[in-house]
């Protein structure tokens, strides 16, 4: 039944990527940008209904089509219960680069009988070698075509940490792990030897009579000190550090950018309640209203920025009322950098700072440059809201309503802000000896 279900929402979403590919052939002598926002907002809206990015959607969509209508076999194996989903995605993902109709029936009756009998991690390994064997094109073209496809991601994860993924020609990603080993296996062969000289050290003290330093706590931890990393561990702290801060052997730039591309820093924005920097909370810090800091990182942070923009929220809502310095251009975009947080279409998680500036209504005709008309909007759903039919209109607290080229509305709330209150102070003979000063 499962099965079954998931097979009937694939075929759905196949029929509104060809509704989509429809409306699209209608269009005449348009331009590249026009033609993609059929398919644009047909998947945004379902999207918006089903509370996912717009972009997973549409490549939903794609591969739905695409599975519906040449992966039919497959298709109806899945409906029937007889394979499942991730069967179903690597018969279709190994297939994809088979365009010829009969070489592709094939490939899928071989791989498909296969499919019915065993796991899917099983299926993915003879599915390459049937593809190997029925495809014209070869290993070269295959690569050449596969390269053009290279990527670098950012996953955000628990606990203030993310995931930083890579794309790339086997070779070279490869080649940075070996690398990465090596200068983590030279870190700690290092250290094996400091280790070694400094029992060494120890021994022959002890031999003399003298006092050691691991004789002595607190003079073990002033002067000896261990690297008690793991290989992961200094493997991802030299990746981080060397992609943070040294310049690339490449530098199309020279002379055109001041420094190159060498001199150009890492540019986030990070929220931080006063209480947290000021030691009474733990909690609040986040990056582009995206994931959680931790408040030792917030603070390093906070002590080596030139200036802070204070932003003031109601104490019960949590929504923002001002922020300082607030005057006609800069100040508005700081202000709307803090309401708004990221892009305000909905399930968009663009940061606002990389968002262009909409006028609600439109300035042509009218409307206002004020935080009342004026928010953040990425690029992609800037262009649809203005090609795609979407109207949207701004009401109090900053919420937005959007319709929909269908008619059907939808809304979307600034994020929301959680209000971390100090802790209460202690009662009166429990203050303890020690005093924390604050990082100002």
Not at 249 to 261: M, R
Not at 408 to 428: I, N
């Amino acid at each position: 039944m499962i099965a079954a279900a998931e097979a009937e929402l694939a075929r759905t979403h196949a029929d509104a990527f060809a509704l989509a590919q429809e409306q699209t052939s209608r269009l005449r002598d348009a331009s590249t940008r026009e033609r993609e926002m059929p398919l644009r907002s047909m998947a945004a809206e379902l999207a918006v209904d089903a509370r996912v990015s717009d972009r997973t959607l549409q490549t939903q969509l794609f591969e739905a089509h695409r599975t519906v209508t040449q992966f039919g076999a497959s298709w109806e194996a899945w409906r029937e219960g007889r394979v499942s989903r991730a069967h179903v995605r690597v018969i279709v993902d190994a297939g994809a680069d088979l365009s010829d109709d009969e070489v592709r029936g094939a490939y899928e009756a071989e791989v498909l009988a296969y499919a019915e009998k065993t796991s899917a991690g099983r299926v993915r390994a003879f599915a390459e070698q049937v593809v190997e064997k029925h495809n014209p094109k070869t290993m070269q073209e295959r690569h050449d075509e596969a390269v053009l496809d290279r990527l670098v991601w950012v996953e955000d994860l628990r606990d203030g940490m993310s995931m930083l993924g890579v794309i790339g020609p086997s070779v070279e990603v490869h080649g940075v792990h070996d690398r990465l080993t090596r200068q983590g296996k030279a870190i700690k062969t290092v250290d094996r030897a400091a280790r070694r000289e400094a029992a060494e050290r120890d021994a022959a003290e002890r031999d003399a009579g003298e006092p050691t330093a691991a004789d002595d706590g607190d003079a073990a931890e002033s002067s000896v000190w261990f690297d008690e990393r793991t290989l992961d561990q200094i493997r991802t702290d030299l990746l981080l550090d060397m992609m943070l801060t040294s310049s690339p052997s490449v530098d199309p730039t020279s002379g055109a950018v001041e420094g190159g591309l060498g001199a150009i820093r890492a540019h986030v924005q990070v929220t931080v309640p006063a209480t947290t920097l000021a030691g009474t909370t733990t909690g609040g810090a986040e990056l582009d209203g995206k994931c959680a800091v931790d408040p030792e990182t917030a603070k390093i942070l906070a002590g080596n920025v030139p200036s802070f923009d204070r932003v003031f929220l109601d104490p019960i809502t949590g929504a923002v009322l001002a922020v300082d310095r607030r005057f006609v251009t800069a100040e508005q975009k700081r202000y709307l950098v803090a309401r708004d947080i990221r892009c305000r279409f909905p399930g968009c998680r663009r940061p606002a700072r990389d968002c262009d500036w909409d006028h609600r209504e439109d300035w042509a005709l009218g409307g206002k440059t004020d935080v009342d008309n004026v928010g953040a909007f990425c690029r992609r759903h800037h262009a649809m809201k203005q090609a795609a039919g979407w109207t949207v209109v701004q009401e109090p607290g900053g919420r937005l309503r959007f319709t929909a080229p269908s008619g059907l509305e939808y809304t979307d709330d600034p994020p929301p802000r959680v209000v971390f209150m100090p802790d209460p102070p202690p009662e009166r003979g429990t203050e303890p000896t020690d005093q924390v000063s604050a990082p100002f």
